[in-house]
Structure formats: C-alpha cells, structure tokens
C-alpha cells in the first residue's frame, strides 16, 4: 500500500499526484490512497497558503486513487485527524511527516515514513548573531550576491541537478507501506518525468472555457509569439524576490528578444501584484511605448486554474520557482518554445 500526501496549490497538487503515477508505474499490482487532512486544519493555512483546497476533482475530474479515510470508521477518522491537530505540527516546520504516521499508525495503520522529521531540533532556539553570519546575509542579499550565485548555479550545474534526483523515492518498487508525495520533483530535471509523460497529458486536460473573455485570449495568444511572465509575488517573495531586484527578468526578456520575432509579452501573476507588475515595466526589460504587453487579471479564486491553462496557449513562458507557473510552461505545445527559469535544476530550456 502506498499513501500519497497532497497538500498545497493546484501546481503542488498535481505535482504530488505524478508520484502516484510514477510509483503505480513501479508498483503496477499495490493499493494507493491519497491523503489530504491539512486542507482540514485551518492553522496549516496560516503557515502555508492552502489556496482554494483540493482541486484535483474539481478540476481534472480526478477521482482515484481513493481517500485513506475510505480505510477508517467516522469516529476513527475523527480520532486521527484529532490526533494530528493536538501535535500542532504546524508549529515545528509544518512537521507532518511526524505527526501524520505516528496518527496512522495509532489507529492501526502502520506507515514507513519516506520523509524523516522536518523539525529534528533546528527551530528550538534561535541563532546567536555574528558579525560573519550577519556579512553572509547581507552579500547574499546583494546585486554582487545574486550575481556569485549565478555563476556558482552555472559552475556546479551538474551538482544541483543530482541533488533534486528523487528517482530512487519517485519509482521506488516496495511492497511497503509508504506515506509519500509532496516532493515536487517532476518539475526538476533528471527525474525521469518522460516515463509517466503521456498519462501526465492524458490526466490533466482542463475543461472547455465556458467565458467569452477566457476563450477569446485563448485564440489571442494562438495567433501571436505570445511570451507568458508569471510573475508571482505575494507568498513567494521570500523565494523569489531576488528575481525582482537583480535583473532575471531582464535577462529572460533579452534573451527572449535574440530568437522571437515580434513577442508579445502576457503577464500571469497574483491578484495583488497586477498593480505592481504595471508600474514597474523595467524590472522586466519592458517598456510601453514599444512593446506589446497584456495583463491577465479577471482569473481569481477558484478560476485561478485558468491562467495555468491560458499560459498553455502561449508560445514561450518566463517563470520564477514556482510549481504553477512551470505546469504553464510545460503545457505549451510550442516544439520550438523557449521556457526560462532562474534556477539550473528547474526543468526548462534556459536559465539566467
């Protein structure tokens, strides 16, 4: 039996259930179950943005593998669920790993933990402050920071990219029973994602546009060297707010230039940074008085799906870290498409 843990946005979401597909491909004759109890612990959304809950149903139309809680009575369902909000996982490095398998296996499920303990004493004190460790921060915090850790990403590509190969946990063959999922790997390179790539497509076809203004950019974008820019901020500054400052935009803008005639530059991006993206068309290499610019801004709540799915109808795509922004990336059918990330172990076809 494998368990495999959703937790997250739709991009997480359909990154964790890849591994379903990856391990059922290793695992062809076992039983999986999905796991989803944080989208029902209102404190996990406080830590991490849980967005719009479970989407994978709604919509993909997904419904299999079943939901563990099939295994389980109401009452004993209650009583993990209750046993996981009283460890308040949340509180030490969203350790659910922990909390979830010692829940389980209370209630007579045993499960071989894939994760280890995401808290494991690192957050029981603070760190004393150093005049060195204060200097590390703030190089790294730094136009000549940003500009070392490029050179490094480019020198140790080969490294970085080995450190992200989870084939041995993404295709594991067992007759354990695992508790899994959640490790985004697929969007990295060196995954062996081409294994399960057809059912990938055939699992995740999005429902027709039912809205004149999602339909009519749709056939928009197809006729033009359309240039998506997901250009996430909100709850990924602290991941991505280097991208802002130290010229990656610019970078991916230019050498989107050198090999597309006439781009036309579509903005992706979350419902409070459209202002912000406006106003500062030179952090992204851009200016109104010559380039062709759109903003995609009418797509919110749980029609949020529909900018991952509009991105797919784009020639080319600019992205940050982020697993939402990559799926529109890897949507688009583009045989020639130029996909850009700032990251070397980010599967797209550039990197700066």
């Known amino acids: 039996m494998k368990i495999i843990h ?18 059922r491909y290793a695992n062809p004759d076992d039983d999986f179950y999905i796991e989803n109890i944080i989208y029902d612990i209102p404190e996990c959304n406080d830590v991490t943005c849980q967005w ?10 997904i419904d299999e593998p079943e939901n563990v809680k099939t295994l389980f009575s109401e009452q004993q369902w209650g009583q993990i669920v209750s046993d996981i909000r009283a460890s308040e996982f949340w509180k030490y490095n969203m350790n659910y790993p922990i909390a979830f398998t010692e829940a389980f296996g209370k209630a007579g499920l045993a499960l071989v933990n894939t994760f280890g303990d995401f808290y494991d004493g690192r957050h029981s004190g603070a760190l004393k402050p150093s005049m ?3 200097l ?15 050179r490094n990403n480019i020198r140790n590509a080969d490294r970085y990219i ?17 508790f899994t999922g ?56 602290g991941t991505n707010g280097w991208c802002y400052k130290y010229g990656y935009f610019r970078r991916a803008v230019k050498h989107i230039r050198r090999h597309v005639e006439n781009p036309v530059f579509v903005f992706f ?26 903003f995609v801004d009418w797509n919110g709540g749980l029609d949020s799906y529909r900018d991952m799915q509009l991105m797919g109808y784009c020639k080319h795509a600019i992205i940050t870290n982020s697993t939402f922004g990559w799926w529109g990336a890897y949507f688009i059918d583009n045989p020639d498409k130029i996909t850009v990330s700032p990251m070397v ?8």
């Not at 937790?7 to 597909?21: I, P």
């Not at 719009?52 to 139309?61: D, I, K, P, S, W």
């Not at 080995?162 to 695992?178: N, W």
């Not at 172990?345 to 700066?352: K, L, N, V």
Request: glycine share 8%; proline share 3%; charged share 30%.
């Open 162 to 178: 080995k450190a992200r190969d989870c084939r041995s946990e993404l295709f594991r063959q067992t007759d354990a029973t695992l």
């Open 136 to 150: 590390r921060a703030t190089v790294a915090d730094s136009r000549l920071g940003a500009w070392l850790k490029r």
């Open 182 to 237: 959640q490790r985004l790997a697929f969007k990295y390179r060196g995954n062996d994602r081409h294994l399960i790539d057809e059912e990938i497509r055939r699992t995740f076809v999005f429902p027709a546009f039912t809205d004149p203004k999602n339909q009519e950019m749709a056939d928009y974008l197809q006729g033009v060297n359309a240039v998506a820019i997901h250009a996430r901020r909100g709850d990924m500054l």
């Open 345 to 352: 172990e980010i599967d797209t076809t550039f990197h700066c």
């Open 269 to 294: 991006t979350d419902p409070g940074s459209i202002a912000w993206c406006k106003d500062n068309p030179g952090v992204f290499g851009l200016d109104y008085a010559r380039d062709t610019i759109l």
């Open 52 to 61: 719009n809950g479970y989407e994978l149903e709604r919509v993909f139309g």
């Open 132 to 134: 060195s460790r204060w």
């Open 6 to 23: 959703i937790e997250s946005g739709l991009g997480n979401q359909m990154l964790s259930y890849c591994e379903y597909l990856s391990l």
